[in-house]
Structure formats: structure tokens, C-alpha cells
């Protein structure tokens, strides 16, 4: 049996570097695919093409020591041995490719492990419900190597859509099935994504110690805006860390509660991802001069609304500009970035019908 599966990459609306410290998210899976092609072989060893970037990756499924940091395609057999759902003696041939720009804040990485773990399941006739492949998927990529990230991607990316997702309990739910009038922008610009969320989360753990409190969600602006930094107890960026928590968990939850009515504002979604993106960029310092002119160029071309995706320090940004998407695009295009004008899809599948990727 040859299958062939797509996954697709995914963008925040709310909740930048929320997940990872247990507070919930609103992303979005959209149109910009990874695709994966395969079948069976009559050998333990499995074979990955991967002509994107020029690599092909061979080992037995039963060597699943890693050779190089990250080594996802080996931790997601792992994995899926360990928890039973593929056999020790039988291998793998297939061929990857995307169109998910890596290393620009969409989650190419998520969206390998995504695919891959949902690929070898269905393969090998064990398909797995939506947050298996979530748990199963955070586990390669994150937990098997002590990352820092945490499960919103790989639970959007399995899911579809755009979702409110909670961690503490771990729960998705569907907002929205469309979201007109989304525009990436890509700045070109690579980031490295492990050194800033440790950066942030060891930062946002100084300050909940410093304030004795568990959990960022205990916790109120009030309760954050008049602290300073005091030498020796709580350096000005744990603060900052701290405070950006804060704010950007009440974002969160204000655009959960407009997203979940019937008619939502869009003008007053625009404003608040505008008041994200301020926080990320003020507190956290994780836009880039870029990026800031790219968010410029598309406010005056209509957008309601910008904030940088992904984990910053350069890679995308995205505009709400339902109605002005190709003003906005050509505006961003002008500062020499790359520009996608995106739909909201659904989560990992069977490829059963042509992928229409994003302009």
C-alpha cells in the first residue's frame, strides 16, 4: 500500500509563548502543507527522502539512538514502538515535502512530527485519534529531547481549524472553521526558536518565584504593572517575562470570549492582536526592525490588525485584513518580505483530494 498524508503549518492568533507555561492559545491550522508519501518494506530499515533540504536519512527500527540534535523521524519511531502501535520488524520507505517555510515561527518542525507519527500509524493499521497524535507527536519532538515548547502545535496541526487550547486539563476546542482575511508575511529573517522560549520560560519562572506564586494564572495585572526590577531578586527581563504572561493571558481570554459569539467584532479582534503584538515586542523583545516595518506597511495598507507568529526574533508576522488582502500583501511584498494569503484548513489527513496551498 502506497499513503499519502499533508499536514498543514499553523499561525497564532493569540497566546504567543503562552503553552508551554500550562495558559491556553487560540491558533490556527492553515493552507501551507508538509506531505508525505510511502509504504511499506520487505526490510526493518527505514528509508527518508527529504529533497528539500537535500537529505536522506537511513536506520533500522530497531536503532533509534539519535545521531544529531533533533532528530525527530528517529524519535517518532521510537516513540510509536514504545507505546506498541508499530511492529519492531518491518520498514519504511518515504519521501517529505513541504512548503512550510522552517525556521519562520509556522512550526515546520511540529508539523514532521505530526505527519510522521500520524503516517506510520495509519500505515501500519493502528490510526490514532487526534490528541494520541497530539500527545504522541509532543513527545517526539519535545519531550524526548527536553525542549522548552509545549503542545499547541502539534495539537493544532492535528486538530485543523482555529481552536481555544487549554493545558491544565489538556482540552481543544473548535472556535472557527474560517477566518477570512489572513496575510502572512515572512521577513526572511531565521530565528532560533529553543534559545528564546528557554530564554522566556526561565525568565517567567524567576518572577513567579520572586512573587511566591505558582501559576501565571493567579496572578492580575495589578498585580505585575508597579513592580521594578530589584538587583539581586528580580532582573528587569523575569519581570518583563512576567508581566508579558500576564497581559497576553488576558488578550487570550478577551478574544475567546468575542470568537465564541455568534457575530464577532473584527475591528476589536484587529485591536487586540495590535495590544499582543505590543506586549511581545515591548516586554519580551522578540520582534525585529523588520518585522516592525512589514506590521507598518500593512496597517497603512488596511490591516486591523498585525502580530509577529511563532516564537520571534524574526521569521513571520500576520495581518487580519479581511477584504484587503492583496493591498496588504503588496504593501508587505514591497519591504522584501514573502507573502502568503492564507486559508484556515483542517487538521492532519489522507490526501483523498488536490491540496490547494495558499497563494
Given at each position: ?99 512550510i517555510p522552517m525556521q519562520a515561527g509556522l512550526s515546520s518542525s511540529s508539523a514532521l512530527c505530526v505527519i510522521w507519527i500520524s ?120 519581570l518583563n517575562a512576567l508581566k508579558a504572561a500576564v497581559i497576553n493571558f488576558e488578550l487570550t481570554r478577551e478574544a475567546h470570549l468575542?470568537?465564541?459569539?455568534s457575530t464577532w467584532d473584527e475591528e476589536y479582534i484587529g485591536t487586540l492582536m495590535n495590544r499582543h503584538h505590543a506586549s511581545l ?79
Amino acid at each position: 500500500m502506497i499513503l499519502t498524508m499533508k499536514a498543514p503549518g499553523r499561525i497564532v492568533l493569540f497566546g504567543e509563548h503562552q503553552d508551554y507555561l500550562g495558559l491556553p492559545v487560540i491558533p490556527a491550522a492553515v493552507n501551507l502543507f508538509m506531505t508525505i508519501t510511502g509504504g511499506k518494506t520487505n526490510s526493518s530499515q527505514y528509508h527518508i527522502e527529504l529533497p528539500d533540504i537535500q537529505d536522506t536519512q537511513s536506520f533500522l527500527a530497531t536503532n533509534t539512538s539519535y545521531k544529531f540534535p533533533r532528530d525527530y523521524l528517529r524519535s517518532g519511531v521510537k516513540v510509536l514502538l514504545e507505546n506498541e502501535i508499530i511492529p519492531n520488524d518491518q520498514g519504511v520507505s518515504a519521501r517529505i515535502t513541504s512548503n512550510i517555510p522552517m525556521q519562520a515561527g509556522l512550526s515546520s518542525s511540529s508539523a514532521l512530527c505530526v505527519i510522521w507519527i500520524s503516517f506510520l500509524a495509519e500505515l501500519f493499521d493502528n490510526p490514532l485519534s487526534q490528541m494520541e497524535i497530539t500527545r504522541f507527536a509532543h513527545q517526539a519532538e519535545v519531550l524526548e529531547f527536553n525542549e522548552p515548547g509545549g503542545m499547541q502545535d502539534h495539537m493544532v496541526i492535528s486538530h485543523g481549524y482555529v481552536n481555544y487550547e487549554e493545558f491544565d486539563p489538556i482540552r481543544c476546542t473548535r472556535l472557527l472553521t474560517e477566518l477570512p482575511g489572513i496575510v502572512v508575511g515572512n521577513s526572511l529573517e531565521k530565528k532560533d526558536t529553543l534559545n528564546t522560549l528557554a530564554t522566556i520560560k526561565n525568565g517567567v519562572r524567576k518572577g513567579l518565584e520572586y512573587l511566591q506564586a505558582s501559576k501565571v494564572r493567579e496572578l492580575t495585572i495589578d498585580d505585575v504593572k508597579e513592580l521594578i526590577p530589584i538587583e539581586g531578586q528580580l532582573d528587569e527581563f523575569s519581570l518583563n517575562a512576567l508581566k508579558a504572561a500576564v497581559i497576553n493571558f488576558e488578550l487570550t481570554r478577551e478574544a475567546h470570549l468575542e470568537f465564541k459569539k455568534s457575530t464577532w467584532d473584527e475591528e476589536y479582534i484587529g485591536t487586540l492582536m495590535n495590544r499582543h503584538h505590543a506586549s511581545l515586542r515591548d516586554h519580551l523583545n522578540v520582534s525585529t526592525s523588520k518585522i516592525e516595518v512589514m506590521i507598518k506597511a500593512a496597517m497603512e495598507a488596511g490591516a486591523l490588525g498585525c502580530k509577529i507568529t511563532g516564537s520571534g526574533n524574526g521569521g513571520c508576522m500576520i495581518a487580519l485584513c479581511p477584504g484587503h488582502e492583496e493591498e496588504v500583501s503588496r504593501s508587505i511584498q514591497r519591504k522584501g518580505a514573502k507573502v502568503h494569503i492564507v486559508k484556515v484548513v483542517s487538521g492532519v489527513s489522507r490526501v483523498n483530494e488536490k491540496i490547494v496551498e495558499s497563494k
